[in-house]
Structures are given as structure tokens and as C-alpha cells.
């Protein structure tokens, strides 16, 4: 049971024309990606001096160990970056047209780059959510703004690293979590010229839209090139999820842990691919979007500042506080509730309610659903 490590050691030999480009290949260098490379990647304002993966091995202790601050999983990091930059593979692919943006007045967390591939065409990657809070927030704010700031930079984006591209060459584009929902939203907006040259977007694990944005005609023109993947439990993959195709996953975690990249199961190259996501994950999914659906943008705003205005008084500076130790968040976002005032937890409990009710009316369809199957089966 391998994951994107164990691919590199396996398949790191192979150049891109020996085993063609795939995705689990996206999801290392979407990974890649969310390394700070802040210091020794060139800006997309600046004179473009391309390093390649194999040079970032060679920077000074101090810088290196830059490239991996605030990370949730430093070790893991560490090594694909070092298998990579070991391997034929990706070792001498070069990194240009590095931008990385956190604007908490504007509740803004955006980061992209390109990756100049050997014998392949460019992998453009966007940076899923990062461990800053301003990040998260953002992904929240999906729920009930449309476009978010991180979405509209990444049309400015992908706008301002043309001129690097190949002429009329092919190239691909995603990321992970927020990043493959970004990558979608900047290739449905790109004039029809660039958006024939896309090869394919990778969506790993990324938040999907609200139901109209799937009929706009920009989408509609890219959504066959849309390669969406999820893990058999996935949570943040599947919210907001209406007509998107997705594929699964095998995943080595449970919940909302297999948002983890380094849980994706690799088996002989590829993905270890299922025919649907768990039966918990499915009623989770269906309950929580329907809960969504069914609250305005106003209320849906006001829960989320709620959510987030509590977090900030349990003086927690980043995400990474919060994973690692959520029971205590829980609990000290539930004793932060109480000192709301009444209002305030009258929304609380409202929703929360109205979540309960709607997780109870999808287990009673699912176990009516199975019910009739079995009657079917003992009349046959």
C-alpha cells in the first residue's frame, strides 16, 4: 500500500515520454506546490530565473528549511520534495512565475505556479487552502460568495503567465482543495483561444460550485477536460457538489483526515480507484449540502462570520492549531457559544437543529431505498 512517495521511488526512473503524465503525478506536484517558495522562485513581476527541483536541494539550511514553515506535515514534505528532486522524473523540471498572496483585509489566500516539465507539456498549480485562518475563512465564504478573490486571481493569474507558456502548445492545469476549485473557475473564464490548449484540470479533493455555475457556457466548454477525484470519505471535495463528475479513491485515513494527499492510495501507478464514496460519507455529504441549499446567502454569511468570530476570541493564530488538537477547539468553540448573546445562539441552535432534522431525513430515504432493494430481491 504505496502513496505519492512510494511512486516517485517506484517510477522516478521513468521520464514523462516513458510513462505518460497522470494523476497522481498532479497530486505531487500539487502538493509541490504548497511548499514557500518565496525566496528562490521567481514572481511573476520579476525577471523569470528558472530553478529546477533538483537546485532547491542545494539552498542554504535557512532557506530550506523556509520552504516548509507552517506546513501540517512537514516530515512527509520533506520527503517527496527530496524524492522528487532525486528522481528523473521531476528533477529537472523548473519552477517560474511563483505567486503567493495573503490579504486578511480582503479575506484572501491565494499562491500559484508553473511547473516546466521535461518532455511534458507545463503543469499549472494552484495552492489549495493553507494553514493561515484568513485561508480557510475564504473557503468558507464560498457558501455565499461567488466569485471569491482567490477565484478572481487566478483569472488575473493565469492571464499574466501566458507569455511563458509554449505557443499554442498544450498545457495542464489544478490543484488540491481550494486549488482544484480555483483551477476550474480560472479555466472557464479564459478567452476560447487558451482554453482549447488545456489539456486537462485536476480537481483533487477541491470544493465543488453552486448549481447555476454549472450551466454557465464557460464551464460547459471545459467540463469534459475535468478530471475531479475524491477520496471515499471526502467531506471538502463534496460540499457545494451538484453535477460534477468525480472518481474515487482509496484513502490509508478516516473522515475528514483522508484530505490528506499522502493517505491516497498508489497502486502499480496509478490511483486505487472505488465504485463510490462510503455510505456515512454519502449521508454526511447529502445532509450538509442540503442544509446548505436550503439557507439563503445572508444566512449562510451570518453563520459562517459566527463560526469564525468565535475561533478568533479562542485565540487560535492558524489552522494548524486547530487540527491538531480539535476536541479542545470544540470545546472551547461550544464554551464561546454560550457567551454569545441571545440572538447569536438562537441562529446557532436553529441551524444546528435544521442540520439534525435533514441527517435524519436522509438516513429514513436511504434505509427506504435499501428496504425496497431487499423486497425486490426476495420477489425475485
Not at 497530486?27 to 513581476?45: N, R, W
Not at 477525484?229 to 457538489?241: A, D, F, H, K, Y
Amino acid at each position: 500500500m504505496g502513496n505519492i512517495i512510494d511512486y516517485i521511488k517506484e517510477y522516478g526512473n521513468n521520464t514523462f515520454l516513458e510513462k505518460v503524465f497522470n494523476s497522481v503525478d498532479s497530486l505531487v506536484l500539487s502538493e509541490l506546490s504548497y511548499l514557500k517558495f518565496d525566496d528562490c522562485v521567481s514572481g511573476v513581476d520579476e525577471i523569470q530565473k528558472k530553478i529546477t527541483l533538483r537546485q532547491i536541494n542545494e539552498l542554504s539550511d535557512t532557506q530550506y528549511d523556509a520552504l516548509f514553515e507552517g506546513l501540517l506535515d512537514v516530515k512527509s514534505n520533506m520527503q517527496l520534495l527530496k524524492e522528487a528532486a532525486g528522481s528523473k522524473r521531476f528533477g529537472n523540471t523548473q519552477m517560474v512565475y511563483y505567486e503567493n498572496l495573503v490579504e486578511p483585509e480582503k479575506e484572501t489566500q491565494f499562491a500559484a505556479m508553473i511547473f516546466l516539465l521535461e518532455e511534458c507539456c507545463p503543469f499549472i498549480a494552484f495552492r489549495g487552502t493553507d494553514e493561515t485562518l484568513i485561508g480557510w475563512k475564504e473557503d468558507f465564504n464560498m457558501a455565499f460568495l461567488s466569485p471569491v478573490p482567490a477565484q478572481e486571481r487566478a483569472v488575473e493569474y493565469m492571464t499574466k503567465i501566458t507569455p511563458a507558456l509554449p505557443q499554442k502548445g498544450k498545457f495542464y492545469m489544478g490543484g488540491h482543495s481550494k486549488g482544484g476549485n480555483v483551477a476550474v473557475y480560472a479555466a472557464m473564464h479564459m478567452k476560447e483561444d487558451m482554453q482549447k490548449r488545456i489539456r486537462r484540470i485536476y480537481s483533487l479533493d477541491g470544493p465543488g460550485f453552486k448549481e447555476d455555475f454549472l450551466e454557465d457556457e464557460g464551464y460547459l466548454k471545459i467540463a469534459h477536460r475535468i478530471k475531479k477525484i475524491i477520496p471515499q470519505s471526502s467531506i471538502i471535495g463534496m460540499l457545494l457538489e451538484n453535477q460534477e463528475e468525480y472518481q474515487v479513491i482509496r484513502s490509508s485515513q478516516n473522515g475528514i483526515l483522508q484530505h490528506d494527499p499522502f493517505s491516497w492510495i498508489v497502486k502499480r501507478g496509478n490511483f486505487q480507484y472505488l465504485k463510490e464514496v462510503d455510505r456515512a460519507a454519502y449521508l454526511m455529504d447529502k445532509t450538509l449540502n442540503e442544509w446548505i441549499q436550503n439557507m439563503d446567502d445572508a444566512a449562510r454569511e451570518k453563520l459562517v462570520n459566527i463560526i469564525f468570530d468565535i475561533i478568533h476570541t479562542s485565540q487560535m493564530t492558524d489552522a494548524t492549531e486547530v487540527i491538531a488538537d480539535w476536541k479542545k477547539v470544540f470545546r472551547q468553540i461550544m464554551a464561546a457559544t454560550r457567551e454569545q448573546d441571545e440572538e447569536t445562539r438562537k441562529i446557532l441552535w436553529k441551524m444546528l437543529k435544521q442540520f439534525m432534522r435533514m441527517g435524519a431525513k436522509q438516513l429514513l430515504t436511504i434505509n427506504e431505498n435499501k428496504d425496497k432493494i431487499n423486497q425486490k430481491v426476495i420477489d425475485s
